[in-house]
């Protein structure tokens, strides 16, 4: 089967940067695209950035010119490099990988949520 963990997440203050990383793991032929979706409190869970297996990037309005979503396809990871961060930005982020196992059925992998605190 395939797991997905993230990592970076943590407190960070207002104005500063942080790192998320993501790793799939398990029974992986190829993956398509890869995303980040993120739960704020009180919140339903929204699409941050997505990233297809071709490089082509979208962001959510919120979040343009200040993240950028990555991927490595040599590690099976994706990565979202967050400045400027917002205390709007509070949440519990996950990622999210079309994988296709090699059975060739495309598995919607998700993670168990690293959770982003962006407090003065």
């Known amino acids: 089967q395939v797991q997905l963990v993230e990592s970076g997440g943590g407190l960070v203050q207002p104005g500063g940067s942080l790192r998320l990383s993501c790793a799939a793991s398990?029974?992986?032929?190829?993956?398509?695209?890869m995303g980040w979706y993120r739960q704020a409190p009180g919140q339903q869970r929204e699409l941050v950035a997505t990233i297809t297996s071709g490089g082509s990037t979208n962001y959510a309005d919120s979040v343009k010119g200040r993240f950028t979503i990555s991927r490595d396809n040599a590690k099976n990871t994706v990565s979202l490099q967050m400045s400027s961060l917002k205390l709007e930005d509070t949440a519990v982020y996950y990622c999210?990988?079309?994988?296709?196992?090699?059975?060739?059925?495309?598995?919607?992998?998700w993670g168990q949520g690293t959770l982003v605190t962006v407090s003065s």
């Open positions: 999210n990988m079309g994988v296709i196992v090699f059975a060739r059925l495309v598995v919607d992998a």
């Open positions: 398990g029974n992986i032929f190829s993956i398509n695209a």
